[in-house]
């Protein structure tokens, strides 16, 4: 069925869902179409289980009130959107409530009328929604609820989380530590969810994975309210998410080879990119700290070189010979 007709059809559901009077003839104006054509698409909402009804007494039809539709009245690419999350998004991200989602989900997927259904399956069909990899935590969704509950009471929480900062580089497993946190923020970043709040234990605002928390209590105690709270000054101009306390104008160059791909991603809010007239990429950023985005860098391998800051360079150059150290084993 072409798209002119179903959204005719979605028009002629909307006036009859109106409460006002229409007969074929005023239904046809309304449409632009004949008597016959209003006809015609009569039956398709027939066909469709749409129990529209003639009032003999007024000469009107009207659908009947028992018949749920939303009041939203979706369009086809409204339609679309909503079939693309519902059958390729949900389930395939780490979603908080996930099980709340998908049941909601299905419930707008099942009011639309079945001709729409019909006609955006068949496009669905041929659409393909590929995630990168992300955290997978089993118990996130209890996590979830408990913390986005402590944040809209603006109570503390008393929770259990393996560190791996306070463990070190020498452990690969975190260290268990007891926090009271004051949680401002829930937020997904780069693959994971986190919390970020006050911590009692570190005496300041951190970040904290939820994936790493074992255990977690809603506390009596209250916090103040923070709304001048940004998580955007808070992040500040981290590559990611980590500040290290000193800003860095890093310039990187790539070559031809990955140029287009690079410059095709905004990755920070302060890049600016320029094509040289060899193809290569001339990429500037201010960063906080220089680790996130070394390990960006290195994704690349030879196809980009740092330009400055020195520093920077050094830190390549280290983990590059690093690197060639194991390899020159095998």
């Known amino acids: 069925m072409e798209i002119t007709r179903l959204y005719r059809l979605l028009n002629l559901i909307t006036l009859l869902r109106s409460g006002r009077r229409y007969d074929p003839n005023s239904l046809a104006r309304e ?27 007024t000469g009107a039809y009207t659908i009947s009130q028992s018949f749920f539709l939303p009041a939203i009245n979706l369009t086809i690419d409204e339609a679309l959107a909503v079939l693309l999350a519902t059958r390729k998004m949900i389930g395939r991200i780490p979603l908080p409530l996930f099980q709340h989602a998908s049941r909601a989900a299905v419930k707008i997927e099942s009011s639309l009328p079945g001709i729409i259904q019909d006609h955006c399956g068949s496009v669905m069909d041929n659409v393909e929604v590929r995630w990168p ?11 979830f609820r408990s913390l986005r509950m402590a944040v809209e009471r603006q109570r503390k929480v008393l929770m259990e989380y393996e560190s791996l900062f306070e463990a070190g580089n020498d452990h690969p497993m975190g260290k268990m530590i007891e926090i ?9 970043i780069h693959r994971a969810w986190y919390v970020l709040g006050y911590s009692d234990y570190h005496k300041e605002v951190r970040t904290f994975k939820i994936s790493r928390i074992n255990s977690i209590r809603i506390l009596e105690e209250m916090f103040a309210a923070r709304p001048d709270f940004s998580l ?3 992040l500040g101009d981290a590559w990611v998410m980590i500040r290290e306390g000193k800003r860095y104008n890093v310039e990187l160059l790539f070559s031809r080879k990955v140029a287009r791909n690079v410059a095709e991603v905004n990755w920070h809010r302060t890049q600016e990119c320029e094509f040289l007239e060899d193809g290569s990429l001339r990429y500037q950023v201010t960063v906080d700290g220089l680790s996130e985005i070394s390990w960006w860098i290195l994704g690349y391998g030879d196809q980009v070189t740092v330009l400055k800051p020195v520093k920077l360079a050094q830190m390549i150059n280290l983990t590059a010979a690093n690197i ?7």
């Open 180 to 188: 009271v946190l004051s949680p401002y923020r829930l937020v997904f």
């Open 31 to 57: 449409l632009g179409v004949s008597r016959r054509t209003i006809f015609r698409d009569l039956n398709i909402l027939t066909a469709a289980r749409i129990p529209y009804y003639f009032d003999e007494e």
């Open 232 to 234: 955007e000054e808070y």
């Open 133 to 143: 990899a992300t955290s997978d935590d089993q118990s996130l969704d209890e996590k």
């Open 324 to 330: 060639m150290k194991i390899y020159t084993k095998v």
